[in-house]
């Protein structure tokens, strides 16, 4: 199954890398391609990866999900990897 989520809080390729290994570490993940333009990832999953797994795998890397509510005990200081 494939899901496609868009994402706030990229700017560069190292933010890109560091969303696809959050990703990956989500149970039944099997593979995920994120881009900046436009700032999305597709997942690849066994099933269906419900949007709290995907907010929380996110949001401890400083990343979110457009349009998603964050935890605020969740986010990762500093925001995104370099910039």
Do not use: F
Request: glycine fraction near 8%; aromatic fraction near 2%; charge should be neutral.
């Amino acid at each position: 199954m494939k899901q496609q989520i868009e994402i706030t809080g990229m700017s560069c390729e190292g933010c890109v890398k560091n969303v696809e290994e959050a990703l990956k570490e989500i149970y039944g993940v099997q593979n995920v391609k994120a881009s900046l333009h436009p700032p999305r990832a597709v997942i690849e999953a066994e099933k269906s990866i419900n949007t709290a797994q995907l907010t929380q795998a996110l949001a401890k890397v400083g990343y979110s999900i457009a349009g998603a509510s964050v935890d605020e005990n969740l986010k990762k200081s500093g925001g995104s990897c370099c910039c």
